[in-house]
């Protein structure tokens, strides 16, 4: 790993290339998974769409594809557009051909009653440009729902429109919350969503990504990186 440090009570995990991410992230969820199957039996994970799923493609290759527990993964989904499940732009499709179909055997769901909101052992985010995080998008109401699980927008100023997504308090109840990002295009939403910007500075969405007890883990490459505060990194 390039740099790794402390910001606040976040980790950052910077990478040299994005093979190198790929295949901490692909470790880190392995781990994720051992822990949670060793300790509850089952791997509540959320999946995300975007370049996410590719950037996990080494889960579906040796060692992972043996080694991961995969019948015990209970897999959702933190948004979704709203689309035919085997439409292009579906993020189930693009995780079922690009992950699941390969690693899955059976597909298992349920919902926990022991909390208002579900408490997830790995919720996996992509940020966009614009510092959105799942379908939750900059200024929209979407981000004050407190009461709901899931809600819809109609409106997605990134196309398609009409998307369904977690809400905050769901992405936040999460034992760990892991956001990928790649690319310079987003250099400056990350510098939004982490460092200490002042109230003069848009909120960007990912900024709201603060799990109550659980851990959150951010992955970079260098170009997203670029424009953080690395005050707080050590080689
Ligand atoms: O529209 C979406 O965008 C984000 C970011 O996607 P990326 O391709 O820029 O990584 C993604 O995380 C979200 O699930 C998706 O619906």
Redesign the pocket.
């Known amino acids: 790993m390039a740099l790794s440090g402390a910001h606040k009570d976040r980790e950052l995990r910077i990478h040299e290339s994005l093979d190198e991410l790929s295949t901490d992230l692909a470790d880190y969820i392995a781990e994720l998974s051992e822990a949670s199957v060793k300790e509850r039996g089952v791997f509540a994970i959320a999946l ?5 799923i590719s950037l996990m493609g080494k889960l579906c290759e040796a060692p992972y594809n043996k080694t991961v527990d995969w019948a015990r993964w209970y897999v959702f989904w ?4 709203v689309v035919a499940k085997s439409h292009a732009d579906s ?1 189930y499709k693009l995780a079922r051909d690009g992950l699941l179909f390969k690693v899955v055997k059976s597909r298992i769901i349920s919902v926990s009653d022991t909390s208002d909101c579900p408490k997830f052992d790995l919720i996996l ?5 614009d510092g ?4 939750l998008f900059p200024n929209h109401s979407a981000l004050e729902e407190t009461d709901e699980w899931v809600t819809f927008i109609t409106d ?1 100023p ?1 196309p398609p429109p009409e ?1 369904i ?1 977690f809400t905050l308090p769901v992405i936040n109840s999460a034992s760990n919350v892991v956001v ?4 310079d295009s ?1 250099a400056e939403a990350v510098h939004l969503a982490l460092d200490d910007v002042g109230p003069d500075c848009p909120l960007v969405p990912a900024r709201m990504v603060q799990p109550t007890t659980g851990k959150l883990v951010w992955f970079f490459d260098k170009p997203a990186a670029s424009k953080l505060d690395g005050s707080q990194f050590s080689k």
Do not use: P, Y
């Not at 995300?48 to 996410?52: A, D, T, V």
């Not at 959105?132 to 379908?135: G, K, L, R």
């Open positions: 995300s769409g975007g370049s996410l933190a948004d979704e557009r993020n985010l992509g940020m966009g440009s959105h995080v799942a379908s997605s990134k998307r997504t990928v990002v790649t690319g987003k």
